[in-house]
């Protein structure tokens, strides 16, 4: 028997686990009861890793097609094939020609965020796209706008804060998102142990509400104008007290003039929330000795996305609560912060629009187009048509709008390309499918969740069992070698070193670096024998704001500290980091971005659009669910059907549903067939579907997942429907027609 310590992959907690194993027996997965972010806190998705590891539906082999059906091949012939296909299609039809799709699990991914980058360079095409633009892309828009930086996200400070407002956000079944914190549950309890003050804004009564002191309900889509209407009540009572960030803010003129406009009593109707109401939460708001205004998934994909998303941290700089002990504070991490390297308190700013889509014109962001427009970029002729595509990780067809527009776009791609553990709804359509590691045979590091982690940590991992194939760092530099002109066979330990020295060069070179002006040679030298993700990671570690400055500090952070550090190392609590952290040409808070003030004229219509009395279609979170791509593990679908319609007794009565039977539920995109679930928990006039589900078509290879099949909410969701600034899809707040489905025996027994 051997124990092993590890950082959960699954989700944005990153828990700690204390994995046993027997041989390449996974015995047990318990939380580790000292890993110094989550103290032995782990929710049910932490069991899946035994799972996965024993899935024989998980791929380990490459697949090519021949004559129509995927069949296994070896690593060179995977490779041979992929050059074969797509080096005269890029020759033929230019780099734009490939499209590029990220799923979620990169994000928590080492290998993917540090050499991602390397492939996608050497295939140089525009057309990327990601899970980004279906989740939250809008606050990375808005939070890049006001600080410089799209991952400069200020975290609520949840252990310290004395009242919290969440908006759209679960964060006891999420465990956070872009906010990094175990065990919400015990987190939001002590808010309350100490005196302090939890309110929830949701259409739903949500695990998260329950625990709340007050649950407000509130229509879809409307939570700028609620944010914007107690912004104008804090102007009208003279309570704006930014404090010491006054001197660091432009724009409060600007944004106090805006928010004039939407008065409680003007927005109440439009939000279902009572002006006086919505009077009090400001007041409480202002007058907490520490606040923090928090929102998520509920606000960023929504058609005010941006918007909702930058005045969460209006108000977190109106109360004087942004940058603050108990309020929304930006975290340090330990390593990749980009707010935390050069010179401080200065830099170029988000750079947003740099090209648009062909076919419809919308604006990059950070380097992705929305995905929304990923179908249209396949099926619409011309020069640049899209005409490959690239997954790694990724499984669109259930994950972005309009689902079904999409699966039939790319059924008429030349060529497909995938990355990925299983052969799902997207990746059956693949001409090759290259097999990733499981998360047990790869090390592990944080890079992007520790951006927005609720307290400042470092945990690496080392992989527990030995690879059974290539290493993934490995996979794409050999995809970037065929996307180079290299052929199938480039020299892949070349291409590392000039990953790493192409990382050296840049910090040595950079003023504001702790090694700026040392020989690159010395610092490589001082990385042997490292190779791969965990050399890129020591440099970063090494030169980051912990590090050990290649020697200057020697008791600083290095990758071999980690590594005698299984539980992790506690960095500290968040600290005031305004100036140093702003990222923006002005070295200012920028409060009023222009864009973001352009935009804002769309909510006086808002307020101004009648309400019909139709229902709006809404997702929603489930702790046992991460995305699409955790339905084949038999602990995490296991009990009643968790894919269901969420509808309130008052509409059920109305429409003529019953608890347990079923609804055709139908929008401008699509139709769906959904067994209905009566709830006092979600707002009428509100139905709601969780994201993620949609499976057993044919071809896909994931029984457990057939067998729990459940339906796809985003065959409902307008791919014409998108946040103006980010391009984020519209995928709550979804015009509906419910009624109750006919059942098959009186089908049958209708006359012709």
């Not at 996307?483 to 291409?495: F, I, R």
Request: net charge negative; proline share 7%; glycine share 10%.
């Amino acid at each position: 028997m051997a124990i092993h310590y590890r950082t959960c992959p699954f989700c944005e907690a990153t828990c700690g686990l204390e994995v046993e194993t027997q041989g390449r027996d996974v015995v047990s997965v318990r939380g580790d009861e000292q890993d110094v972010l989550s103290y032995g806190f782990i929710c049910p998705k932490a069991f899946g890793l035994k799972q996965l590891h024993e899935d024989p539906d998980r791929l380990t082999t490459p697949l090519i097609r021949r004559d129509g059906e995927l069949v296994e091949a070896t690593w060179d012939e995977a490779f041979d094939e992929i050059d074969r296909r797509l080096t005269p299609l890029l020759a033929e039809h230019g780099r734009n020609a490939v499209a590029v799709y990220i799923g979620n699990p990169n994000a928590h991914n080492l290998s993917s965020l540090a050499y991602g980058p390397v492939w996608l360079r050497a295939l140089g095409t525009q057309n990327i796209y990601s899970a980004s633009t279906v989740d939250q892309m809008p606050k990375q828009v808005s939070a890049g706008l006001m600080f410089g930086t799209m991952l400069s996200v200020p975290v609520p400070d949840v252990d310290r804060t004395d009242h919290l407002l969440i908006l759209g956000a679960n964060p006891l079944v999420s465990n956070g998102s872009l906010l990094t914190a175990p065990d919400m549950r015990g987190r939001l309890r002590r808010i309350r142990e100490r005196g302090g003050k939890v309110v929830v804004v949701d259409p739903r009564r949500t695990r998260t509400a329950d625990e709340a002191d007050e649950h407000h309900f509130i229509r879809p889509g409307t939570d700028a104008l609620l944010l914007a209407a107690m912004a104008c009540t804090l102007v009208e009572e003279d309570l704006v007290d930014p404090g010491r960030l006054l001197e660091h803010t432009n724009g409060l003129e600007q944004v106090t003039a805006l928010v004039r406009d939407f008065t409680p009593e003007l927005v109440a109707d439009s939000c279902a929330i009572a002006a006086e109401e919505i009077r009090r939460m400001a007041r409480e708001l202002a007058a907490a000795p520490q606040a923090a205004v928090y929102a998520r998934i509920g606000t960023c994909t929504q058609e005010f996305g941006t918007l909702a998303s930058w005045l969460v941290d209006v108000l977190n700089v109106l109360t004087g609560n942004l940058d603050r002990e108990g309020g929304a504070m930006f975290p340090l991490a330990a390593a990749g912060q980009r707010n935390a390297s050069g010179t401080p308190g200065s830099g170029k700013g988000a750079r947003l629009g740099r090209w648009h889509s062909r076919v419809r014109g919308l604006p990059e962001a950070y380097g992705e187009l929305p995905v929304a427009c990923l179908a249209e970029e396949i099926e619409t002729p011309g020069e640049g048509q899209v005409r490959a595509l690239v997954t790694v990780a990724g499984n669109p067809v259930v994950s972005t709008p309009n689902a079904e527009r999409l699966e039939g776009a790319i059924e008429g791609l030349d060529f497909m390309l995938a990355v990925d553990i299983y052969v799902n709804e997207t990746t059956r359509h693949a001409d090759v499918v290259l097999p990733g590691p499981e998360p047990l045979e790869k090390s592990h590091y944080d890079l992007a969740l520790y951006q927005l982690a609720v307290r400042n940590v470092a945990n690496y991992s080392p992989p527990v069992f030995e690879r059974s194939g290539p290493a993934e760092w490995e996979v794409f530099l050999r995809l970037a070698g065929v996307l180079a002109g290299q052929g199938p066979n480039a020299d892949g330990a070349a291409l590392d070193d000039l990953v790493i020295s192409t990382f050296v060069q840049r910090e040595v070179g950079d003023p504001g670096s702790r090694v700026a002006g040392r020989e690159p040679a010395e610092l490589l030298e001082a990385l042997e024998p490292r190779r791969g993700p965990e050399r890129v990671l020591d440099f970063m570690l090494r030169v980051g704001p912990y590090g050990d400055g290649f020697g200057a500090e020697p008791e600083g952070l290095t990758l071999d500290v980690l590594e005698r550090s299984p539980h992790g190392v506690d960095l500290g609590p968040h600290r005031e980091r305004v100036p140093e952290v702003l990222r923006t040409p002005s070295g200012m808070i920028e409060l009023a971005p222009e864009a973001i003030l352009a935009d804002a004229d769309r909510l006086h219509g808002a307020v101004a659009r009648e309400l019909n009395g139709g229902l709006v279609l809404i997702g929603r979170r489930q702790l046992r669910s991460n995305n699409s791509w955790m339905h084949n593990l038999p602990a995490l679908v296991k009990g009643k059907d968790r894919c269901t319609l969420h509808v309130h007794p008052d509409d059920a009565e109305r429409l003529g549903l019953e608890d347990g039977g079923r609804a055709v539920v139908s929008s401008a995109a699509g139709q769906i067939e959904a067994p209905v679930e009566l709830t006092d928990g979600i707002m009428p006039g509100v139905v709601s579907i969780p994201h993620g589900w949609g499976h057993g078509a044919p071809g896909v290879k994931m029984g457990v997942a057939s067998r729990h099949a459940g339906v796809n909410s985003n065959v409902l969701a307008d791919e014409s429907q998108v946040d103006p600034l980010s391009g984020n899809a519209v995928l709550n707040g979804i015009p509906v027609e419910v009624r109750a489905a006919v059942a098959v025996a009186e089908r049958v027994a209708a006359p012709a």
